[in-house]
């Protein structure tokens, strides 16, 4: 079955330190990959996607994200975290077609330390 | 910039009432999505509708419904309101193109 695998349910680092998210996904073919932020109480902004090409893309906020085809990775990454980065984060994926559908990962939550 | 609102942030509600979630977007989408969103098991999609007056159940669709009856437009209906339908609803839109998904700011819903 398709799935999406967030291995780090609470990551905590300190501000300005550098971050890195994992999301492993198992699908048959490289499905569409997304990155999405949840602040408290607030619905999920999509922070950047991959469809094809460049495996390094870049998105809001100053993060970014690399596609690893041999590692079935999208990791998102941001060299230094500020205290408003402090959210829950989701990996999700798409396997294209007529599917419209996302497969959600089950979502990190990043707690930033002064 | 894409804009999905939703109806209420906040709502209370008795058990066995009819409670309707209102989602409308902007951005003429063909698509859109009900999901709920509850501690420790992440999102999960309730219905799904890809045109106007079609939809698709999602994983958890047993105790609600829904209605397109124009593009911009999605609702979410819960025929019976039960205590274990307290959550976060959250509604989203896309195109049958770019896949992305774009989410409103969310309905907490509360039943008592």
């Known amino acids: 079955a398709q799935s999406v695998t967030q291995p780090d349910i609470h990551i905590t680092v300190s501000e300005g330190a550098s971050l890195e998210l994992r999301c492993n996904y198992s699908y048959g073919a490289t499905p569409y990959l997304f990155w999405y932020v949840q602040s408290p109480g607030q619905g999920l902004q999509l922070l950047l996607k991959y469809f094809s090409g460049d495996t390094l893309v870049q998105g809001i906020k100053g993060f970014e994200a690399e596609f690893k085809r041999s590692q079935s990775s999208f990791n998102l990454r941001k060299p230094s975290v500020h205290w408003s980065d402090a959210a829950e984060y989701f990996c999700?994926?798409?396997?294209?077609?007529?599917?419209?559908?996302?497969?959600f990962g089950k979502g990190t939550l990043l707690t930033v330390n002064p | 910039d894409v804009k999905v609102t939703q109806s209420s942030r906040y709502l209370v509600k008795r058990t066995g009432e009819k409670v309707f979630l209102e989602c409308v977007q902007d951005m003429d989408h063909e698509n859109m999505f009900w999901y709920r969103q509850d501690p420790g098991l992440g999102l999960r999609l309730i219905y799904f509708?890809?045109?106007?007056?079609?939809?698709e159940k999602g994983d958890i669709p047993e105790g609600y419904s829904v209605s397109r009856e124009k593009k911009e437009r999605f609702s979410l209906i819960l025929e019976s309101a039960s205590t274990n339908q307290t959550s976060m609803y959250l509604c989203?839109?896309?195109?049958?193109?770019?896949?992305?998904?774009?989410f409103g700011p969310g309905t907490r819903l509360t039943v008592t």
């Open positions: 989203a839109s896309g195109t049958s193109v770019r896949y992305e998904q774009y």
């Open positions: 999700a994926a798409n396997s294209g077609g007529s599917n419209y559908k996302l497969t």
């Open positions: 509708s890809y045109d106007v007056k079609m939809k």
